[in-house]
């Protein structure tokens, strides 16, 4: 019956996203942004079997004026203040609890869009919050809670040589910790004579940082120290895609490779992901197939390492649109000074 509910929310959702912007023509951009999807696929970690995955990714937006900004009759640059909501799900082939430490995270975001000469895109964004799965066991027990003196005596045991994926509570183990990321993207484009981008070539660079405090001073949702000695403070992300179009139909094919800096030695510390999208419609609404390499990238399974591929649909959350070419467009006017 879980495994139903959550399959039925997240169809729900992709198809209410499809009718509303078919029906208003309303739609929030994002050039920096991680895609909802909802996928089946084959490869698991030896000590589970995955059935369907599912990332309802949502973004709210507070102020976003990125369209606006790049069809005004003056050159001018868009902002986008945002909150993000990016849940991750996982039911697996298990009698009891099929859906387990699924992931939270939310994210406070600012992006700036800045259109060049020669009407490509430069955005930079920066987002912190909290990442987490709402568990309080400890993560390497079942017997202990997260922070008790026997699970801190269970820590101090480990070595490098320790294989610490073995003895995960993958049940109720807790994983907590806050992040900000800043991200810089360029998009190289070529428009076609209604000036929507016909070809994009796209490059997206990450740093991310795992930090005790949120929002960098508040006293909430931090990390114990055991567990970031373990998965390692520093990840940097670089990924690179390119879109184009196929009679009616676009598709975007991409890949993102991840390092993760001072990880524990038993923890892989890449992540490859090669993936491919086909907009049958040329809409947001996409089908994906991706094969991924490397480091886990579901909470504090990070220290799982193995191959999946994977099929499913998916939502895109910046879909070309009209641009107004920079030839068309003024330098804007700089206010007089007062004599």
Known sequence: MNKILLLALCLIYFTSYGQQDAISGFKEYYPIAIRPDLSVGLGNNEYEDILLEARPVVYYSLYNDLRKALNKDTITNGDAVYLSFQPQFRIYNQESKPVKTPSYK???????????????FLTVALESGHYSNG????????????????SIALYNSFTDDTDLAELLNRSGGNFSTNLTRLSFNYRLNTFNVDNIPQKIHSITATYQLYH???????????YNPEDIDILGRH?????????SHLKKMRYTLSQQLNYTIGSHPSSVPYRS??????????????ILVQFSIGRDDYNYRFLDNFARFKIG???????????KPTKNQQLPTLPEKEL
């Open 273 to 286: 992901e090669t993936s491919g999208i086909l907009y049958p419609w040329d809409s947001d609404l996409g």
């Open 313 to 323: 649909i998916t939502w895109d959350w910046f879909t070309p649109f009209v641009v």
């Open 235 to 243: 990840q940097l992300e670089i990924g690179y895609e390119y879109t």
């Open 135 to 150: 568990q309080a066991g400890s993560a390497f027990s079942t017997e202990f809670e997260d922070s008790s003196e026997e």
């Open 212 to 222: 005790d405090k949120f929002l960098g001073f508040a006293n909430f949702g931090g």
């Open 106 to 120: 939310v994210l406070l975001g600012w992006q700036k869009i800045i259109k060049t000469n020669h009407d490509n």
